[in-house]
Structure formats: C-alpha cells, structure tokens
C-alpha cells in the first residue's frame, strides 16, 4: 500500500512538473522528440546529436519580430579533424559533379589539390575552423513544427590571421567578404545528417585557405 502511494506521488510530481514547463521548454521537447516526414526512423533530436561528427552542439529558442516561435539547433564540425576522410569524400562526390562539364571538373580537381596539402589541416587548426550547421524549426498549432530553415556558415578566430612576418595582423577585406559568403541556406545538408554522411566542404574554406597562404608570403 505504501509502495503505491508513493508511486501515486512520484507520478503527481512529474505530471505537475510538466505542467509548469516554459513555452520555451515545451517548444524544446516538441521538436526534440519529433519526427520528421522524411524520416520517421529516430526522432529530430537523437539524430541531430547523435550525428558522427559534431564537436559541439547546442539548441536555444527564440521568437521572431512576427511572433513566430523558433526552435535552433547549430552543430559545429572541426575542419582540422578527419583530413583524409574529407579528402576522400570531397574527390568522389567533386567527380561526380564535375561530370561532362570541363570547367566544374578542373574547379573541383583545384579544391582537391588545396585540401589535400600538409598545410590545409594546420591552417584549419590555427584558426579553429570549423563548419557551423544550422537548422531552425517554427513551431505550429496543435503541437506541430516544421523546418524553417537549414543553412552553414564558417567559423574562424581572425585574431590569429597571419602575416609575412609570422605575427598576428588584420586581415584584408578580402577575407572578412569570404567568410560572409560561407553563411548560406542548403537544404541538402539535413539529408546528410539523417544518413550520417560528412558534410560537404565549402568553397569559402579553400578560398580563405589560399588568403591564408597569401597572408604568411607563400607560393600558390
């Protein structure tokens, strides 16, 4: 008899503690534990931090300017980490874009010739790079959401941008108008993360690689 009064009483707690969730906490749990049409496997929130190769990841929400509110999840990949599987991953899918067209074809034999460097994972690690996915949900009446948007955009410690002298400087503009462009929606990367796959290198990457390159006085 006590054993089930106290049950009684655990389960009153719990059910009056969700009672009192914030809006916020409850948008969380909707999405967290929701699923989406094209993947109805595992829930929204065990894939996005269960994906191999996040190195950090946080979820915030927020409600816009039109009352909408939002539920963001932002996941960081570390370019310095993983060069070979990147390489490889880059060189087989770049191969199959490039197809007929000869110009696509000799872009991305460039893009490999870059990262495949000694000097391409030392430049990431210099300046933390990192590729930051983001992915935001709206959530609708009747305990729904959908997805509002999904993008990335690089992350870089310019306070170690480099010179020829081998101290830290300021760097060009140049450099500032690369990073901005790396900030960018792609739908496609969601289905990377569903399937567990790398997600693609950018082209700002190799571009701020060869500023960098430029920066410190060596050759191209």
Known sequence: ??????????LSLLLLAACFKSEDEQAL???KTGYLDQDKSAPVGKILEGYAY??????????????????????QVDLAANTPERIATF??????????????ALQAIGIVKQISEPGFPVFA?????????LAQFVVLPKDRFEVAYIG??????LNSWPTATGQAGEPAAQ??????ASDKGNPDLLDRIYSNRMLPLSVESVRLYV??????????
């Open 1 to 10: 008899m006590r054993k089930a009064a106290r049950l009684l009483s655990v």
């Open 29 to 31: 749990d909707l999405v």
């Open 54 to 75: 996040f190195t950090a990841k946080s979820w915030h929400t927020f409600k816009t300017d039109q009352g909408k509110r939002i539920v963001e999840f932002t996941g």
């Open 91 to 104: 060189s087989k899918e770049a191969g199959k874009q490039g197809g007929g067209d000869i110009v696509n």
């Open 125 to 133: 690690q210099a300046l933390g790079l990192k590729t930051e996915f």
């Open 152 to 157: 990335e955009r690089l992350i870089v410690d």
């Open 175 to 180: 450099v500032t108008k690369i990073i901005e």
């Open 211 to 220: 500023e960098y390159k430029k920066a410190r006085g060596e050759s191209q």
